[in-house]
């Protein structure tokens, strides 16, 4: 099955630098690879995502980018505020049968913005 | 705007007991995932419907099981519970695939958070 490795596991950064998660997956099957954001004690929240046949996805302060030939995908925040930290999780899924395939997390990224 | 309702938020079991746990999908998504987030771990994915048939399957013990309903709301149903089953229950919703031609994006519930005594 697929394995999504994640780092680093913990991150702090000065409010307004920039932050970069990375991750890695296993099975070049996977075509679906989001990111989510949780908050202690909330559900996980979808902060952007991308598919297998896009290199980049950008969406105000975040983006992701993605290498099928390395099987790499990574999260970039710009200019980082004190909200933004929390938990951050990358995923990867196929696409079954039926079309809902479960996500594979990687083991999460605490992200902490020093004011 | 509607998000997924799970219920209950919390919920406080015996080892031995069963125990159900209720979602309630995004007004007109077709798809339900659940998932199990162990105290500082990822979600692990257990099970998902696509109209109401089992779709994919992941790491479910054989005392979980779970279903979908006509109304697209779906159940897990726990029995004989364990201490390691104590842990944050997600389920997720999406639409099989919606104007965009996007398919599947997962937006998950608050969680059901179980405690096994």
């Known amino acids: 099955g697929e394995n999504v490795e994640q780092h680093p596991s913990t991150l702090s950064v000065q409010e307004g630098d920039s932050a970069v998660i990375k991750c890695t997956y296993s099975?070049?099957?996977?075509?679906?690879f989001p990111w989510y954001k949780q908050e202690l004690g909330k559900g996980p929240q979808l902060i952007i995502d991308?598919?297998?046949?896009?290199g980049e996805k950008k969406d105000q302060r975040i983006a992701v980018t993605l290498n099928k030939t390395a099987k790499h995908f990574s999260l970039h925040i710009t200019e980082t505020q004190p909200e933004d930290s929390a938990v951050y999780f990358c995923a990867a899924s196929g696409w079954a049968g039926g079309g809902a395939d479960g996500l594979t997390f990687g083991k999460g990224t605490h992200l902490i913005i020093q004011p | 705007a509607a998000g997924v309702i799970q219920s209950p938020r919390h919920l406080i079991k015996e080892k031995r007991e069963t125990a159900t746990l209720k979602c309630y999908p995004i007004p007109r998504h077709d798809t339900v995932y659940w998932y199990q987030q162990g105290p500082g771990q990822d979600p692990q994915f257990l099970i998902s419907f696509y109209e109401k048939m089992q779709s994919d399957k992941g790491s479910i013990p054989d005392r979980f099981s779970a279903q979908q309903f006509s109304d697209y709301h779906s159940e897990l149903n726990m029995s004989s519970l364990e201490l390691g089953d104590s842990a944050l229950y997600f389920c997720a919703s999406s639409l099989a695939e919606d104007h965009w031609g996007q398919r599947n994006i997962q937006y998950f519930g608050a969680g059901t958070r179980l405690s096994v005594l």
């Open positions: 099975d070049s099957a996977s075509n679906y």
């Open positions: 991308i598919r297998s046949n896009v």
